[in-house]
């Protein structure tokens, strides 16, 4: 590449603030000649590198935005373990058609079996694809309601979740719920009900619901608004956890 044209091509990465293609153009243009590409060709390498940056640079920083405890994939589960789930159906989840058609994903399973993995597993797969997602406990989303509700701006704070759209919701269930805190939940669930998705997990089956809530009613009147757009994944098995740690550990019964 001339000498005038390099800085024309730098000059113009800059204005446009396309960095990949002033890094990238004189080797691309190299390899161009070498081989033979066509103008075209090689214009689609240059812009396609720039594209595949601001990709990955925007799903890193949404990833981070989401708040995951950690970063978990699918690459990393072992479907041989958790054996109660079907590959596919998962795999298929992490195609996103139940984010564009606002429904929600439910986990339910013993500790240990897989629920947090899996909801970060969809969480990640949706934040590199564009989505914006966030993550907490059960706990958690209701302290943060809890806390707008107290400086009088709830319903702000339920549209301004609304607007995310994907949550995960982890581990209904391990802390009883208050009153309040159950009205704060059903309340985060209702302004999300057909209009953006939840990515439940739950220890517990919706049977044991009515405990943590401690309202039958409230729990029916819930579990129908969550339930009536979703896949439900119910994971059975042993904790993933205590893998390899040998039956004394799960019997609690230690010899000598
Ligand atoms: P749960 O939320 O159901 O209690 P987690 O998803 O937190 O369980 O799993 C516990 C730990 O075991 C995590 O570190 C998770 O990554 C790992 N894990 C669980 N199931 C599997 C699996 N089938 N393959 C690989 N890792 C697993
Ligand atoms: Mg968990």
């Known amino acids: 590449m001339s000498a005038k044209a390099a800085s024309e091509v730098a000059f113009c990465a800059r204005a446009l603030k396309a960095p990949r293609v002033r890094e990238l153009a004189e080797t691309l243009a190299e390899r161009a000649r070498e081989e033979g590409w066509s103008y075209e060709a090689y214009l689609a390498a240059v812009l396609g590198e720039e594209v595949a940056a601001r990709e990955s640079h925007g799903g890193a920083a949404r990833v981070k935005a989401a708040r ?30 139940f984010l564009i058609e606002h429904k929600n994903v439910i986990f339910l399973g013993p500790p240990g079996t897989g629920k947090t993995h899996l ?11 564009g989505h914006r997602v966030a993550f907490a406990s059960a706990q958690q989303w209701v302290a943060r309601l ?27 269930g391990y802390i009883p719920f208050d009153p309040e805190a159950a009205a704060l939940f059903f309340a985060l ?10 990515i439940v997990s739950s220890n517990k089956t919706f049977s044991g619901w009515a405990e943590i809530f401690g309202d039958p009613v409230a729990v029916a009147a819930l579990v129908d608004r969550l339930v009536h757009h979703a896949e439900v994944l119910v994971l059975r098995g042993d904790s993933y956890r205590l893998k390899g740690k040998g039956k004394e550990v799960l019997q609690g019964e230690v010899d000598g």
């Open 189 to 198: 669930v209702s302004s999300r009900y057909e209009r953006s998705s939840i």
């Open 68 to 97: 995951f405890p950690q970063v978990k994939t699918l690459d990393d589960f072992d479907f041989a373990f958790q054996r109660s789930l079907k590959r596919e159906a998962v795999l298929h989840l992490t195609q996103l058609d």
């Open 119 to 129: 909801s970060i597993a969809l969480g990640v797969q949706a934040a590199r694809r």
């Open 146 to 172: 809890a806390a707008a509700k107290r400086q009088g701006r709830l319903d702000e704070e339920l549209e301004r979740i609304g607007r995310l759209p994907l949550i995960v919701v982890d581990e209904v």
